[in-house]
């Protein structure tokens, strides 16, 4: 059974960092994609950056040059590094597992960050 457990979110002054981790287990598979995606009140959830096994990175626009997206594959852990964050950053996170080579994700039960201005 795949578990993602989340952590790191909470309240922060606009213009701080946060570092969100989320560990995953139970995954058979190593090629995969991780990421996360945030949901604001009275909003639909959206991306906020994506990186596969291999690597590769993907980012909503709304977060480029502050956000960075790193994962440790021997941990199956990824991490999300927020900068100079903003009071519209404000929302619920959630971490995704993909295993796109056999069609299944997961979701983590999301962690919330909180931006004052």
């Known amino acids: 059974q795949v578990q993602l457990v989340e952590s790191g979110g909470g309240l922060v002054q606009a213009g701080g960092s946060l570092r969100l981790s989320c560990a995953a287990s139970?995954?058979?598979?190593?090629?995969?994609?991780m990421g996360w995606y945030r949901q604001a009140p009275g909003k639909q959830r959206e991306l906020v950056a994506t990186?596969?096994?291999?690597?590769?990175?993907n980012y909503a626009d709304s977060v480029k040059g502050r956000f960075t997206i790193s994962r440790e594959n021997a941990k199956n852990t990824v991490y999300l590094q927020m900068n100079s964050l903003k009071p519209e950053d404000t929302a619920v996170y959630y971490c995704?597992?993909?295993?796109?080579?056999?069609?299944?994700?997961?979701w983590g039960q999301g962690t919330q960050v909180t931006v004052s201005s």
């Open positions: 995704n597992l993909n295993e796109f080579r056999v069609g299944r994700a997961y």
């Open positions: 990186i596969t096994s291999g690597g590769s990175t």
């Open positions: 139970g995954s058979n598979f190593s090629i995969n994609r």
